[in-house]
């Protein structure tokens, strides 16, 4: 049986051997958003069953195909699916895919999720910038030997979420015309029972803007790794602890599916407009 490093240094050079270039950027696709990847004609696909140590997604709302494609001109590395703590993976094996995709030396990584609200203010369709987290899930990807060629024992979390890119988020916005586009701190939670009002009024009071059950352990891998990191979250529903709605797996998919235009032109165009200097300050 071969162990954690064997396992990824093995799908790294097995991927090596087959792909057309090396990702610039890596993009995870979230819940109801893999149709970015419906856009692509002449990209490279494998489907996460064939590549070597790959988990499996058990989610019908999410596909499982790693694709490589030139994405708004940056040679981009998709992962159209993600594997979550709540289906019994460790989240070092649910982060197995970064931690490859890292080992092929892009310098950003670009997450998406669909997540619930927590901030009064906030709508369905906001599309919120990550600023930072709080992580709820019991468990560190990182746990265990440290692997030092990957990097540091006691990363780094002052900035985990890279401030020149939500800068850049943020005028590609005010470019596109959105109004909806804030920022915000999101909170990941085991899942996959959501959450009680008073779990919600707690969270609210931890200071989290946004809820949900997955990215927290990919960033933790990208921080580790030296990538920078942007991630985006849909709100797809909006939990009052004071007037508390079901919350129904249907309508976050009904809603991710209308916020998903949007969502596309503004991944295209933070990805054209990443690594270029010409961006002014927000
Ligand atoms: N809670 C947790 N995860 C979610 C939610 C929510 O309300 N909406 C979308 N993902």
Redesign the pocket.
């Known amino acids: 049986m071969k162990n954690f490093q064997q396992q990824v240094e093995e799908s790294a050079h097995w991927l090596e051997r087959r792909i057309n270039f090396k990702p610039e950027a890596v993009l995870v696709l979230g819940?109801g958003l893999g149709s970015l990847a419906d856009l692509i004609n002449d990209g490279q696909f494998f489907p996460y069953r064939s590549i070597p140590n790959f988990p499996h997604s058990t989610v019908t709302s999410h596909a499982g195909n790693l694709i490589l494609a030139r994405l708004g001109g940056k040679k981009t590395a998709i992962l159209q699916g993600r594997f979550h703590y709540y289906e019994g993976y460790s989240t070092r094996e649910l982060t197995l895919p970064i931690r490859v995709l890292s080992l092929l030396g892009p310098q950003y990584l670009l997450l998406s999720?669909?997540?619930?609200?927590l901030n009064p203010s906030f709508a369905p369709g906001t599309l919120m910038v990550v600023e930072d987290h709080l992580n709820f899930i019991p468990d560190n990807p990182l746990r265990g030997p440290n692997i030092d060629k990957w990097g540091p024992r006691f990363p780094d979390f002052s900035q985990a979420y890279d401030p020149e890119l939500q800068r850049i988020t943020f005028s590609c916005a005010e470019r596109l015309g959105f109004n909806n586009v804030v920022g915000g701190i999101y909170v990941a939670?085991p899942?996959p029972s959501?959450?009680t009002p008073a779990e919600t009024r707690f969270l609210r009071n931890c200071g989290a803007d946004a809820?949900?059950?997955s990215t927290v352990p990919e960033v933790i891998v990208a921080v580790h790794a030296g990538l920078k990191v942007l991630c985006i979250s849909m709100v797809?529903?909006v939990?009052d602890p004071d007037n508390f709605k079901p919350?129904i797996i249907e309508d976050?998919l009904i809603q991710a599916k209308k916020a998903e235009n949007d969502f596309q032109k503004l991944i295209i165009e933070v990805l054209q407009t990443m690594g270029h200097t010409d961006v002014k300050s927000k």
């Open positions: 819940t999720n669909a997540a619930g609200g939670i899942g959501l959450e809820v949900g059950m797809s529903n939990n919350i976050i």
